[in-house]
């Protein structure tokens, strides 16, 4: 089953961009990669999902690399609302389920 | 994208007693699941739930301390029996509404004393 890897933490200024990486270097060729974030022990929040190309949304954009071993999570413009543990996922190939990682703890600063 | 509701939303038990939790989802959905998250700790699938069948579990949890029913497609109910200290995590349910994405509910807070 493919895993992901992310760094534990991040900082990002308010207003800037917040980049938050992701390796899954066993990804299959048919699996996507999912990001959700969780907001103080909330239920995670879907953000945004790719499989090939790079994607956009109102909330983010997912850059996938050619090579589909990694992909990186772009919040244009992080608010402070925006703090929160970010997941990047694959999900089990055949399958419906999530395989959770670590997450990256991401703060927004004032 | 489905709304999900789960009750109760926090508990407070004592040890050796047994808690069920509830989902409800506003739409009929095919894929229903339940994970744990422990303090500090990310999402662990328990369980998917399936409707008209025996719950499929995975690799560290049984059917005898965590029981799950799925009565129809809207509703499941997760239980956590015999509770120790252990137990104490935030339960969760999620639905999958189509081939893709999976929505999360709020999740209830569980604290075994």
């Known amino acids: 089953d493919a895993k992901t890897t992310q760094p534990p933490s991040m900082d990002c200024a308010e207003g800037r961009a917040a980049n938050l990486p992701c390796n899954h270097s066993?990804?299959?060729?048919?699996?996507?990669v999912y990001w959700y974030r969780q907001i103080h022990s909330q239920g995670p929040q879907y953000i945004i999902h790719?499989?090939?190309n790079n994607e956009t949304n109102e909330m983010a954009s997912l850059i996938i690399t050619e090579d589909r071993k990694s992909s990186t999570l772009i919040l244009p413009h992080a608010t402070l609302r925006d703090t929160a543990v970010y997941y990047c996922?694959?999900?089990?190939?055949?399958?419906?389920?999530?395989?959770f990682g670590t997450g990256t703890r991401l703060k927004v600063l004032a | 994208s489905a709304v999900i509701s789960q009750k109760p939303s926090r508990d407070i038990c004592q040890r050796g007693t047994s808690l069920t939790i509830q989902c409800q989802v506003d739409?009929?959905?095919?894929?229903m699941f339940w994970y744990r998250q422990q303090p500090g700790q990310s999402l662990t699938l328990i369980a998917t739930?399936?409707?008209?069948?025996?719950?499929?579990?995975e690799s560290g949890f049984v059917i005898d301390k965590f029981p799950i029913s799925r009565p129809n497609l809207t509703f499941s109910t997760l239980t956590v029996s015999n509770m120790s200290p252990e137990d104490s995590s935030i339960y969760l349910c999620?639905?999958?509404?189509?081939?893709?994405?999976?929505?999360f509910g709020p999740g209830t807070r569980l604290t075994v004393l």
């Open positions: 999620s639905v999958g509404t189509g081939p893709d994405t999976q929505y």
């Open positions: 066993t990804i299959s060729g048919n699996e996507y």
């Open positions: 790719g499989l090939k």
């Open positions: 996922i694959v999900r089990v190939t055949g399958t419906y389920k999530y395989i």
């Open positions: 739409s009929q959905v095919t894929m």
């Open positions: 739930a399936n409707q008209g069948s025996e719950a499929t579990y």
